[in-house]
């Protein structure tokens, strides 16, 4: 029964240390990291991330897409597009991660408002 406990024990830490890596190499790109630290200041769809990163929108929507199946971003559709933002729920070291993030703040006041064509909600 004992060698049974400590074989289940084994394979959690496994588990664990691989979902780790994989969320740490989904993170080691840089586009998905810019794409991090865009989204740790505000809610953006992907019209506004291909803007701020310069990328085709189905290569972002790729992207995107990886980082919200790791569990990192949250999606909300608002009308015909989706807007993401960070899930407050993703693992503690992930999120460690976002304070050594520099600011976007900068890059994002350069950004067209609405640039999908959608309304602000008043």
Known sequence: MEQHVEQHMEQHVEQKIQQMAEAYKLLADKTRLTIIALLKE????VCDITEMIGMSQPNA???LRKLKAAGLLSEKKKGQWVYYSLNPEAEAYVQCVYEYLPS???QLAGLKNNSCGVQEEA
């Open 104 to 106: 976007m703040k900068a």
């Open 42 to 45: 505000k809610e953006l769809c």
């Open 61 to 63: 929507s790729q992207h």
